[in-house]
C-alpha cells in the first residue's frame, strides 16, 4: 500500500485548519464544491488515517471523494507553515491504493482507456499529431529545441503552437517536434492513481526525445512542463538528458536578451491567472509577469489570489471528469477574481486553463476574454 509510506506524516497532522482558510477566504476548491470536512485537506488525513487502521476500505464512495481534490497544491503551501505534509502526494497516494484493489470510477474510465490505447486522452489516432502539427510553421530538421505540445494544444488550440513557433521563427530559433511519435506526458494517469501507465509513457518519451539529441525540451503546457521537469526524472529514476523549460521562462529570456521587440496593443491592462503546475509546484511566478510587463504601455493588475495564493481554474486533478458542474463553478469564481481587477483580458500559460477558464466566462456571460502568453506575445509583435 503507497499510503503505507506516508503514515509518519499522516499522523502528524494536528488538526490545526491552517490548510482550509476562512469561511469567506476560500483556499481549498476542494471545499469550496464540496463543503464537507471530507473534502478539505485536514478532513483527508483522517481518511488516511482510518485506511492505515483499516477503520475504513475502499469503495467508490470514497474514491468520488478523493476526486473533489483538484490537486492545486494550495493546502501544500498552507501545511508548509504549520506540519509539512505533502497532502497532495497523499490524495495520489490514496487513489492509486484504490486503483490496487479494483476501485475505478466509471466516469473515469473512457479517459483512461483512451488514452493507453490511442496515447493522447481524446483517443485520437496517432496520425493526426503529425496532420495537425505539419501545418505548424517549423524551421530546421538537426534542431538542439524541441517542442512539445501535448495532447491539449495539438488536439484543442494548434493555435497555441502555431503562434509559439511563429515568435520563435521570428527570433531565428529552429525547433524540432516529436510528431506522431509524441505521447501524452502522462499527466492523467497521475491524477487517477495509474502509476505503471505514467512510467510506460515517460519512457517512451524519453526514448524519443533522446533519439532527436535535443538539449532542450520546450513546452507551453504547464502539466506537461511539471511531468516532464517534476516527475519523469522521480519515475525513470534517472536525470533526464534534456532540459525542461516553460515557455513563459523561454519568451522571458527572448525579451530580455532582445530576440524580440514587442509593441503597444490596442488595450492596456490584463490580468494574469497563474496556472498551479507552473505556480505552487514550481515557482515560475515572475517571468510571465515580466513578459506581460515587457510590452509598452501594458498594465497588469494582480487578482487578489496571486501567485502562491493563486486559486485554480477547476481544470486540475481530473475533478472536471468526476465532478464536472462543480469543476466549472470553481472557474467561475476564478473569472470573477478576474472580472475584480477591471481587466477584459485574462492572460494565462496553460492550454488546460485557457480551457476551463474560456468555458466558465462564457457560462458565467462574462466579457472577460481568456488569451494564451504566446498569443499575447504574438498579437505585440505584430508581425
Ligand atoms: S495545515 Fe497541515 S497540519 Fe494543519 S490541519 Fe491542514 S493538513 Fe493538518
Ligand atoms: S490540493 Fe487544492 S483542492 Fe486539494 S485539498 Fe489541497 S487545496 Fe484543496
Not at 501524452?184 to 526525445?209: Q, S, W
Not at 526524472?233 to 530576440?259: A, M, N, R, W
Request: aromatic residues 8%; contains cysteine; hydrophobic residues 40%.
Amino acid at each position: 500500500m503507497m499510503l503505507e509510506g506516508y503514515r509518519k506524516q499522516i499522523y502528524s497532522c494536528g488538526r490545526c485548519g491552517y490548510c482550509l482558510g476562512g469561511y469567506l477566504d476560500h483556499v481549498c476548491p476542494s471545499r469550496f464544491i464540496a463543503g464537507f470536512e471530507s473534502s478539505t485537506a485536514r478532513g483527508r488525513m483522517l481518511i488516511a488515517r482510518a485506511l492505515l487502521e483499516q477503520k475504513l476500505n475502499y469503495s467508490a464512495e470514497l474514491v468520488s471523494i478523493l476526486f473533489t481534490c483538484f490537486l492545486c497544491g494550495a493546502c501544500d503551501i498552507k501545511c508548509s507553515q504549520a506540519a509539512k505534509i505533502k497532502i497532495t502526494e497523499i490524495t495520489k497516494a490514496m487513489r492509486h491504493d484504490a486503483i490496487n484493489t479494483g476501485i475505478m470510477l466509471d466516469k473515469l474510465i473512457p479517459e483512461t482507456k483512451a488514452l493507453s490505447e490511442s496515447h493522447n486522452i481524446y483517443g485520437k489516432p496517432s496520425i493526426q499529431r503529425k496532420v495537425l502539427l505539419s501545418r505548424l510553421p517549423i524551421r530546421g530538421e538537426k534542431a538542439d529545441l524541441l517542442y512539445f505540445p501535448g495532447c491539449v494544444i495539438t488536439f484543442r488550440y494548434p493555435q497555441i503552437a502555431f503562434n509559439t513557433l511563429k515568435i520563435l521563427n521570428s527570433a531565428g530559433i529552429e525547433v524540432a517536434l516529436l510528431g506522431e511519435e509524441e505521447w501524452c506526458c502522462g499527466n492523467p494517469f497521475l491524477f487517477t492513481g495509474m502509476l505503471k501507465e505514467t512510467e510506460r509513457f515517460a519512457a517512451h518519451n524519453v526514448k524519443k526525445i533522446r533519439e532527436k539529441g535535443v538539449k532542450t525540451v520546450l513546452t507551453s503546457c504547464a502539466g506537461c512542463y511539471r511531468v516532464l521537469s517534476q516527475e519523469y526524472p522521480k519515475i525513470l529514476g534517472e536525470e533526464l538528458p534534456f532540459k525542461v523549460v516553460h515557455v513563459t521562462q523561454f519568451l522571458d529570456k527572448l525579451i530580455g536578451e532582445g530576440y524580440i521587440k514587442l509593441k503597444k496593443l490596442s488595450y492596456d491592462r490584463v490580468t494574469y491567472h497563474d496556472p498551479c503546475e507552473i505556480g505552487r509546484y514550481a515557482e515560475i511566478y515572475e517571468e510571465p509577469r515580466s513578459v506581460i510587463q515587457s510590452i509598452p504601455y501594458l498594465k497588469l493588475v494582480e487578482m487578489e489570489k496571486n501567485r502562491e495564493n493563486a486559486w485554480c481554474c477547476g481544470g486540475g486533478g481530473s475533478v472536471n471528469i468526476v465532478h464536472t458542474r462543480r469543476a466549472l463553478s470553481v472557474g467561475q469564481l476564478r473569472i470573477k477574481h478576474a472580472e475584480e481587477t477591471g481587466a477584459k483580458i485574462l492572460v494565462t500559460a496553460c492550454p488546460s486553463c485557457v480551457q476551463m477558464l474560456e468555458l466558465a466566462s462564457k457560462r458565467k456571460r462574462s466579457k472577460i476574454r481568456v488569451v494564451d502568453i504566446a498569443s499575447l506575445v504574438l498579437e505585440a509583435l505584430k508581425l
